[in-house]
C-alpha cells in the first residue's frame, strides 16, 4: 500500500483518499478489522484510473483537499472516520438475535443498549430492529450467551460533502465484504460517466436526486 493513500486530510497528491478509523490498530468497539480491505478498496481505486480522471477534468488547477474522491472505513458504529462527509463510507454493523431459552432477564442488554432498541415485555426480551444500530454491544453485555449474531457485514452511504452546500452521505444499501467492492466501482463508474467538473458526488446527487442515483447505483454490473 502506498504511504500516500491512507493520510491525514489534505496532504496527498493523489485525486482520491482512504480515511480509517482506530479499527485496526485495536479499538475495543471494532466489529470488523479493516486491514486487507485497505488494500482491496485501494485496488479498486487505481486501477479505475480515477486519479488521472479527476485530474483531468481539474484543467490544470491544482488538485485540493475538496476536490479528492474519499472513500472512508468505519469499523464500529461510532463514526470516528466521519464516513457521512465521504463520497463512499462503509459502516460496520452485525445483526443480532435473542434465544429465549437462554435468557434470564438479567436486563444487562436493555441496559446496555444506547439506542434503546432492546426492552424487556412481559418477561421477554424484544428487539426494536427498526432501532438497532448493529454495535454489537448487547452481545458483549449479555453473560448468558442469549443474543447472539447472526450476520457481520456493512452499511454502505454514499454522497456526503462538506463545503458550500454540505450533505450527508444517503444510505445505499447492506453489503458482505465481498460485495463491497462491486458497489464502490459501480460507483466510481457512475462518478466517470456523469461527472462534468470534477465535483463532489454529494454535488451530483444534489443535482440529478437522490431515487435516480439510487437505481443507477444499484444495477447490476
Given at each position: 500500500m502506498k504511504q500516500d493513500m491512507v493520510m491525514p486530510y489534505g496532504i496527498s497528491s493523489v485525486a482520491y483518499e482512504i480515511i480509517t478509523c482506530f479499527g485496526p490498530k485495536g479499538?475495543?468497539?471494532?466489529?470488523?478489522?479493516?486491514?486487507?480491505?485497505?488494500?482491496?478498496?485501494?485496488?479498486?481505486?487505481?486501477?479505475?484510473?480515477?486519479?488521472?480522471?479527476?485530474?483531468?477534468?481539474?484543467?490544470?488547477?491544482?488538485?485540493?483537499?475538496?476536490?479528492?474522491?474519499?472513500?472512508?472505513?468505519?469499523?464500529?458504529?461510532?463514526?470516528?472516520?466521519?464516513?457521512?462527509?465521504?463520497?463512499?463510507?462503509?459502516?460496520?454493523?452485525?445483526?443480532?438475535?435473542?434465544?429465549?431459552?437462554?435468557c434470564t432477564l438479567c436486563d444487562n442488554c436493555v441496559n446496555?443498549?444506547?439506542?434503546?432498541?432492546?426492552?424487556?415485555?412481559?418477561?421477554?426480551?424484544?428487539?426494536?430492529?427498526?432501532?438497532?444500530?448493529?454495535?454489537?454491544?448487547?452481545?458483549?453485555a449479555c453473560p448468558e450467551g442469549a443474543i447472539k449474531e447472526t450476520y457481520r457485514g456493512y452499511k454502505i452511504y454514499v454522497g456526503g460533502k462538506l463545503g458550500r452546500h454540505p450533505r450527508l452521505a444517503s444510505f445505499l444499501t447492506k453489503a458482505s465484504p465481498e460485495e463491497l467492492t462491486v458497489y464502490l466501482k459501480n460507483l466510481i463508474q457512475f462518478y466517470q460517466n456523469y461527472n462534468e467538473k470534477g465535483e463532489r458526488m454529494g454535488a451530483m446527487i444534489q443535482k440529478m436526486g437522490w431515487q435516480k442515483v439510487k437505481k443507477l447505483l444499484n444495477q447490476k454490473s
Open positions: 479499538c475495543p468497539n471494532a466489529i470488523n478489522r479493516s486491514l486487507e480491505l485497505i488494500k482491496t478498496l485501494e485496488d479498486v481505486l487505481k486501477n479505475s484510473q480515477l486519479d488521472d480522471f479527476i485530474k483531468n477534468k481539474l484543467k490544470g488547477q491544482p488538485l485540493r483537499p475538496h476536490h479528492r474522491f474519499k472513500v472512508s472505513i468505519s469499523d464500529c458504529p461510532n463514526g470516528c472516520s466521519q464516513l457521512y462527509i465521504a463520497d463512499f463510507g462503509i459502516h460496520s454493523f452485525v445483526k443480532i438475535k435473542h434465544d429465549d431459552s437462554l446496555s443498549c444506547e439506542e434503546g432498541a432492546i426492552k424487556e415485555v412481559d418477561q421477554k426480551i424484544v428487539i426494536d430492529n427498526k432501532k438497532c444500530i448493529g454495535c454489537g454491544g448487547c452481545i458483549k
